[in-house]
Every structure is written in structure tokens, then in C-alpha cells.
């Protein structure tokens, strides 16, 4: 004790906090550090592979996306018309009656003066090893079973042309990051997201264990090159985990044995992610709102302790956003005729993501902005287009909303792969199996997973919930009102944090309080809601509040040692979370998914 009363800050971090890795994963960037850094590096959550396999699929996950219904069409023209309304622009149809024909738009290259906000194209990335070390080309275990095919006579001419030595022209095994996003169509690499709508991304068309060599390369890959950690010396680091709220179980029993098992980690923890946001904002209590890029969670903390039954998990997030910025404006016949495809394409999300965050923002009355949209055609140099973007302000107004935000890309796995540890660990995909008698119809309590695509699949199907269809401030409010105590409610009320990449957008801020604030029933005595300025970046905070936890954990009496995980998953007795424990326990706090 009379070290932590003389101890500088700097140095508490800086002595402890240099030798343990805080891994934040998410479903669209995964942020990793050292707990004795700032901030934390920010790295796409995704590998490109080479294959050989024809047909190619440019994105493991396209075969999960599915088209629009009519239903859904009708409740998104009737959520804009709602949106409209609220912030005095013209209805879904009224603008572009007015305006029967197209707007003007150009292809533009140089310099635009009248742009105030010149961005720069993306560039394809070069999927070719000019290292003469380099490895070769190794197959994933997709292509372990199948025979290695002839390239195209084609490819090999056009190869040949330009091969100036033999290792010049020799594909990467495997593109890590932004790196990955920027491959252009045409060449022999898929790309795969092990992580999908907060989950596992678990699916016929992507088998569990291809799933955890992802995980596995990608997380390998940052160790090494990016925070230069080899793994001869990673047994002198510790590892600790911070993962939404989402996370199942299962789940996280698999992630730690990556962690601690093939990363070679000596010890790990697990933390929630909404706890640690609260200890990285400096608070004990408040209510996490998590808007990250495919799910939105909320949970109350209290006294340094998750509430687990205020937890709620909306199916949306920052990329839908930008799908809905792409539909708004080919409504509004604003997008150039350029062929933009957010599945087949990912370096199309890419600049769908950066122009959300450049241009849209909640404000009320019609918002408009001249932009350069960038067109990427396979193989071929991007093409500037400048235009009119209009109703601007629409798209983030689908948090309220979640209908405006139809989920038609990458729904959420099944549940069948978390209903017992064991079907996780065999392909189970074509087996009929009885349910286990506590288990709910639907696992996750408040995940929405009765998607069309798994109508015909022979496990019983998840039925819907009322909450799956609340908009974010719909949420916040019965989150709050569930722990059912007047003195919490107007402290969590007043303690609302924003955290997630979402939370940067501008005129969010006050809008959340109106609309929390609507939502509160008449009938309860609470008339204020305060949401609280976060301290740094919103996306950092629950890397900062893990690497805060860690390092303040002297005793570290909930952390798990390799050798015990390894050999028997920890004694029962100990207090800790051993591999078929339904609850997992990280220090003072729980983490409970029952």
C-alpha cells in the first residue's frame, strides 16, 4: 500500500503495464496494445486468403446476405417518412417527384477547388510477394482437401509478361487489415471476417475451424509485426481479454484457448467490455451504450458490477448506417451511375464508411454536400465522380429507428453452435440433435436470429422478441427502468456513455438525451437524462478501462495460467472459470450469458 500512495501514475503504467496485451476484438476492427501505451492500434479484424477454388467468392460472408422483402421496403419508406417529419425535410417521395429527372453529376479529375473536403481514392493493393525469402504459398485448410488447379492461361501470359524474377509474381499466402479490403475483385483471394454481428461468424459456408485460423493468424500477425511480441517471447506477457457483451460462453472458451494455448500468453483474463468502458471513463456506475460497426449494446454497471438482466443487444450498427447512406441517395437519384456493390466489393464500404463520417451528422432541416464519390472497377486506376449527397441527416437517424436500417447483410449466426461445448467442437451443420430442457428458444436473450435464410434449417427456430425491433433510445430507457430501483434510475439516467466508432457523430449527443427522454414513461418521476462526455477516442475507452483493470489488479486471483488451462481447464474450487463452466468469472466482476 505505501507503494500505491507514493507510486507516480506514468510509472504504475509504465512498470506493469509493459509486459500485458489488451485485445479488444469487434466485428469490424479488433484494437490491441500494450496496456502501458496511450491509445491502442486500431486494425480491420479481417485476412484475405489465397484460394484456388472455383468459383471464387470474392467475400466469404455474400452467400449470408439476402435481398430486401417488400415488408421491409414498406417499413423503411415509413420510418424515413418518420424521420422526415421530425426533422422538417420532404417525405421518401416528395423530392424526387418534384425532380422526375436526374441530377447533374460529373466525372471530375485533378483538384476540386469548390470541395472543401478533398479525399483521396483508395488504391488497389499489390497481392504479389516481391521478397525473394518470402514463403511460399501455403493452403488453408480449405484447400487442404481439393487438388491445387491450373491458373487461367490468361493470368499466366499476362504474368509472364512482367516476371522479371521467379519470386517477383508469387502470390501472398494470406493479406492482413485495410490491406485485405483493398483487393481488387479479380484476384485469387477471398476475404473472411471471423467475427460477424458480434458472434463467432460461424456458417455453412465458413466451418468453424476455418474460423479459428483466422483468429489465430490474424491476432498472430499484429503480435508480431505490429507490436514486434515473437512468440518465443510472448510466454513473458500476459493477455487480457475484453469482450462485448454479445460474447457467448463458448465463445470466449475459444478465444482464450487461442490466447493462451497457440499464442503462447502465460496467463489471461477476460473482462466485459461495458465494465471496462466504465472504468476507462473514470466511473463506477452509468449506463454503456456500445455502438460499434455491427451491433449496438447497451448494460448498467453499478458500483464496478455488470447488471447482466439490464443487458440488450440491438442487431445494428455503424455499417448499416452507411448501406442506408448508399440507399438514400440512389433514391434520391444523387449516386453516380457507377457500379457500387457493398458485398462484393469491400473497398466500396470502405468509402461508404469515410464518407458517413465526413458528411453525416443530426441536425434538423434538409443537409446537403458536394462530395467526390470514387468508383473502383476491377483492376482498373479509381474514378472521381463529384455530386450532391443529400439528406445527410437521415441515415444516423436509423438508430431510433432500426426498421430504416434494414439488416439484410451478414445477419447474425444461428444459435445452434452455442448450445453445448461440445457440438463446437464438430461440424454439426447437417445433424439433428435434441435441444437441452434449460435451454431457451433463443440463446442470445436479446439477438434477433430468425433470419429468412435460416427458415429451412432442421434446428428449431428462434422466435422473435418485442426488443428486437427497439430503436436505441427505446432500449436505454427499459434497460434503465429494469433494475427497478428510483435512486439507480436517476443516476444511470444522468450516466449514460457513448462508446464505439458510431459515437463520433456529430449532433448525436443531444439527440439521445431528447429521445431518451421522450421514451420515459409518464408515470415514472425522472425528468432528466445526461449523456456524459467521454474522456478520450469513444472506440479506446474499453481498451483503456481493460488496460486500467489489469495493471490496478495486483493480486490477479482471477487470472488463468497456461499450463492450468492446458492441462485440465483449472480445478473446480478455485474460483475460476474452468471449460465447462457455464459462468465466467474475471476477478471481482462476472460475467454471466445463462
Known amino acids: 500500500m505505501d507503494y500505491l500512495k507514493s507510486v507516480v501514475p506514468s510509472n504504475l503504467f509504465s512498470e506493469r503495464g509493459s509486459n500485458l496485451v489488451v485485445i479488444n476484438p469487434g466485428s469490424s476492427n479488433i484494437r490491441i496494445g500494450l496496456a502501458s501505451q496511450n491509445t491502442p492500434l486500431e486494425f480491420p479484424h479481417c485476412i484475405a486468403r489465397y484460394t484456388t477454388q472455383v468459383p471464387k467468392i470474392n467475400v466469404q460472408d455474400q452467400m449470408l446476405s439476402t435481398q430486401v422483402t417488400t415488408p421491409q421496403y414498406m417499413e423503411r419508406e415509413k420510418a424515413y417518412d418518420t424521420i422526415a417529419t421530425a426533422l422538417g425535410i420532404p417525405f421518401h417521395d416528395e423530392e424526387v417527384a418534384k425532380n422526375s429527372f436526374p441530377r447533374k453529376m460529373g466525372r471530375i479529375d485533378g483538384n476540386n477547388p469548390q470541395n472543401s473536403r478533398k479525399e483521396a481514392a483508395f488504391d488497389w493493393t499489390d497481392v504479389y510477394g516481391k521478397d525473394s525469402n518470402s514463403p511460399p504459398v501455403v493452403e488453408s485448410s480449405e484447400n487442404r482437401a481439393t487438388k491445387k488447379e491450373p491458373m487461367d492461361p490468361d493470368q499466366h501470359e499476362d504474368e509472364n509478361d512482367e516476371e522479371l524474377s521467379p519470386s517477383k509474381h508469387q502470390y501472398r499466402e494470406f493479406i492482413f487489415g485495410e490491406e485485405a479490403l483493398k483487393i481488387s475483385p479479380k484476384e485469387p483471394y477471398t476475404l473472411r471476417r471471423p467475427i460477424r454481428r458480434g458472434h463467432l461468424n460461424i456458417s455453412q459456408h465458413y466451418p468453424m475451424r476455418q474460423v479459428f485460423e483466422d483468429v489465430l493468424a490474424i491476432w498472430d500477425f499484429i503480435l508480431t509485426e505490429k507490436l514486434h511480441i515473437p512468440l518465443t517471447e510472448r510466454n513473458m506477457y500476459s493477455a487480457l481479454l475484453v469482450l462485448p457483451e454479445s460474447s457467448d460462453s463458448r465463445e470466449i472458451k475459444e478465444l482464450l484457448s487461442i490466447v493462451l494455448q497457440d499464442l503462447h500468453f502465460s496467463s489471461a483474463v477476460v473482462h466485459q467490455e461495458g465494465l471496462a468502458a466504465a472504468f476507462g471513463n473514470g466511473l463506477s456506475t452509468g449506463c454503456i451504450v456500445s455502438m460499434g460497426a455491427q451491433v449496438t449494446s447497451v448494460i448498467c454497471i453499478e458500483d464496478g458490477v455488470a447488471l447482466p438482466t439490464t443487458q440488450k443487444t440491438l442487431p445494428f450498427g455503424g455499417e448499416d448506417i452507411s448501406r442506408c447512406l448508399l440507399w438514400t ?62 439528406a445527410l441527416n437521415v441515415p444516423p437517424m436509423g438508430l431510433f429507428h432500426p426498421t430504416l436500417l434494414v439488416p439484410e447483410a451478414y445477419p447474425p449466426p444461428p444459435s445452434v453452435w452455442f448450445l453445448d461445448y461440445e457440438d463446437m467442437l464438430a461440424d454439426t451443420w447437417h445433424m439433428e440433435y435434441q435441444r ?71 449532433g448525436l449527443v443531444p439527440t439521445m438525451e431528447e429521445r431518451v427522454l421522450l421514451a420515459i414513461p409518464s408515470t415514472e418521476a425522472i425528468d432528466r437524462v445526461e449523456v456524459l462526455q467521454s474522456r478520450g477516442n469513444p472506440a479506446f475507452v474499453p481498451w483503456k478501462g481493460g488496460a486500467i483493470l489489469g495493471i490496478l489488479d495486483f493480486a490477479r486471483d482471477g487470472w488463468i495460467r497456461r499450463d492450468e488451462w492446458i492441462q485440465n481447464g483449472v480445478r473446480v474450487g478455485k474460483g475460476k472459470k474452468y471449460k465447462d463452466s457455464q459462468f465466467l468469472q474475471a476477478q471481482a466482476m462476472y460475467y454471466i450469458n445463462s
Open 329 to 390: 441517395q440512389r433514391h434520391h437519384q444523387t449516386w453516380p451511375q457507377i457500379r457500387t456493390d457493398l458485398y462484393a466489393k469491400p473497398i466500396d464500404l470502405l468509402m461508404l464508411n469515410r464518407l458517413k463520417e465526413s458528411y453525416c451528422e443530426i441536425k434538423e432541416g434538409k443537409l446537403e454536400a458536394v462530395a467526390v464519390v470514387h468508383s473502383y472497377e476491377d483492376g482498373m486506376p479509381a474514378g472521381s465522380h463529384k455530386t450532391s449527397l443529400t
Open 436 to 506: 437441452r430442457p434449460e435451454m431457451s428458444d433463443g440463446l442470445y436473450p436479446s439477438m434477433n436470429v430468425g433470419y429468412p435464410m435460416w427458415d429451412n434449417y432442421p434446428v428449431f427456430a428462434a422466435k422473435p422478441k418485442k426488443e428486437e425491433k427497439l430503436g436505441l433510445a427505446e432500449a436505454i430507457t427499459r434497460s434503465i427502468l429494469s433494475t427497478g430501483r428510483l435512486d439507480l434510475q436517476r443516476k444511470l439516467f444522468s450516466s449514460i456513455q457513448l462508446i464505439g466508432g458510431v459515437a463520433l457523430t456529430r
